[in-house]
């Protein structure tokens, strides 16, 4: 018989780097987890991507067990950590910051691909590139055609 779901809670969690402080404890105490468990099976299943930040959607159960699945990193700090960046632009339609090119955009949409909402790499890539263009990231090149 499966359990009844009581709550889902989303969070963005560094990788290996969880601790019962905010944003963890709160909003894990409040549904009634047992803060310290999800800590430790969190750093345990993420200590290869130690300092990245992972989303994680949290499943929590009526006789409060939980069950978490780990994600890829946001597009966002992908293209980030490839351009070296610590933010994006404020001004992103005038004030550019950094370039990225067509492989680069592929390389992202591939690694998040099963995250994103779409069927096919072309569609991911221009998702990928409109994130980095909102950033204030510069898309170089031609954008390749799958024919």
Known sequence: MAKE????????VKGGAANPSPPIGPALGSKGVNIMEFCK???ARTQDQAGKVL????????DKSFEFVIKNPPVAIQLMEMTKLKK??????RAKVASVNWDQIKQIAENKMND????EID???RMVAGTARSM????TGEFPSAK
């Open 5 to 12: 779901i009581s709550a889902l809670i989303k969070l963005q």
């Open 41 to 43: 099976q969190f750093n």
């Open 55 to 62: 989303p994680v959607i949290i499943t929590v159960y009526g």
């Open 88 to 93: 994006g632009s404020a001004e992103p339609n």
């Open 116 to 119: 994103l909402n779409a069927f």
């Open 123 to 125: 569609s991911a890539m």
């Open 136 to 139: 204030g990231i510069t898309v």
